[in-house]
Every structure is written in C-alpha cells, then in structure tokens.
C-alpha cells in the first residue's frame, strides 16, 4: 500500500486533535527539525472558535495593486475545477505578491465558492475582509491582517510552489490548522501520526492528572514528568519507518 494514500479515515482523524498535538506527534519522527514544516506567526486563525482545518493545498499568487481589464477573481473557475485533482477536501493558499499588502484577498463570494466545491479552510499571507460573513458559512481562514477593499485582484499563478507564512508550500501538501497556527504533515507519515495523537495525549495526561490532584509536591511533579517521558519513548520507539 502507498503510504502517501490519504484516506478520509485518516483525515476525520486528525480533524479530532489540535494542531500542536499534530506538531508534537510529528517530532517523534525525527524527519525535519523541529523548528521547520510550520507557519510563523504572521499566519493567525480569523475564527479561533473554529475546530481543526485538514485538508491539501491548492495553491496561488495574488495582487491587488495592479490595474487590469478583465474581471475581480477571473480564476476562481480554474482553480475549484483544479481541486478534483487533490486527494481530500481543498484548502484554498494564496501567497500576496504585494508588499506591504494593499487589498483583501478574498471576501463572502470567494469562500462561499471554495465552500461549495469542497474545500474547507482558506489560508493567505495578505488579509481578508467580509469576516462576519465568512463566520457565518463555517468556513476557517487565516489571513495576516484585514482589509475593506479587494483593489484590482487577480490571481497571477495557480497551482504552482509559494512561500506563506515562512514556508514553502506546494500544490496538494497536507495542512492541519486551527487557533494556535498551522502546520504541514509529511505525507508519508500521515497515518501513523493520526494515529499516535491520542496516545500521545495521554501521556501528556499523566502530568496533568497529577497537577490536578489536590496535594502535589516538586517530588511528585517530577516523577509524573519522568513517567510521561517513559510513555513517550514507548511511542517512539513503536515507529518503524521515520521517512
């Protein structure tokens, strides 16, 4: 079986967790630093409320500075028709061209569409406005400020490599997002870090359960930490392929 196959049990699966936990599990690979495979903290959750976003790239250049002839958001067509070509539900990542950024990227129209061909979140490294609007469709974003105008948006590449958040992303990359940032998942490993989330929740429960307790001494505290690091080690360990 091809171990890049993401299949929607795996997907359902990640969706139950927070994404620092995804970014935990994903550190007992020891396949990339751990201070790589991540959006820096120009990329923030417009819906923190929202549950976890999982889904795979379908990438794109943005502009709003640049006069043109033709329509506001002319390639909404091309890239909803390029999301059959995704392996799972679309999360729509524009990288804005512009610096400083000077217009939303998008707005109600723009995720209401995605919306309707499957996607489930939108991230860009410029802003994005309609905010009550999108609230209300359910539909997470994640921008790098707000902006009332769309200026003269168009869409210069779709489907090709781009850098939001301080990190390369290509088309059809595995994203995990919610209110504390988002994260990519290597592919080959997405199964196996589905399935060790809530495992590694639980041993991180083993100091919690103790600072929660009604007496607790720095003894104590130590011993819980030592018996989580045992029970992280046992996870660990239990991974046979770290590619």
Do not use: W
């Not at 201070?35 to 549950?51: D, K, L």
């Not at 043109?68 to 909404?76: A, N, R």
């Not at 090709?160 to 992303?169: L, N, R």
């Not at 929740?201 to 018996?227: D, F």
């Amino acid at each position: 079986m091809n171990s890049e196959i993401i299949g929607p049990e795996t997907l359902n699966l990640l969706a139950q967790f927070d994404t620092p936990t995804v970014c935990n599990v994903i550190e007992l690979f020891n396949n990339r630093p751990r201070t790589e495979g991540y959006m820096n903290a120009s990329i923030v959750s417009c819906f923190p409320e929202m549950p976890p976003m999982v889904g795979f790239a379908a990438t794109a250049t943005f502009k709003g500075s640049t006069p043109k002839e033709d329509l506001s958001y002319g390639g909404i067509e091309k890239q909803v028709d390029s999301f059959s070509l995704l392996q799972g539900p679309a999360i729509v990542v524009f990288e804005d061209l512009d610096q400083p950024t000077v217009s939303a990227t998008f707005g109600e129209i723009m995720c209401t569409s995605y919306q309707k061909f499957g996607a489930s979140g939108l991230i860009t490294s410029g802003a994005g406005r309609d905010l009550d609007q999108v609230r209300a469709l359910g539909f997470p974003v994640f921008t790098n400020g707000t902006i009332c105008s769309h200026g003269y948006s168009r869409f210069p590449s779709i489907g090709e490599e781009i850098t939001v958040g301080g990190i390369k992303v290509k088309p059809g990359d595995l994203l995990h997002g919610d209110c504390n940032g988002v994260t990519t998942i290597p592919k080959s490993i997405a199964g196996k870090v589905a399935a060790l989330c809530k495992p590694y929740m639980e041993a991180e429960g083993i100091i919690l359960k103790y600072l929660n307790s009604q007496q607790v001494t720095v003894q104590g505290l130590a011993q819980a930490q030592q018996e989580c690091k045992e029970y992280l080690k046992k996870l660990a360990s239990s991974i046979d392929d770290r590619s």
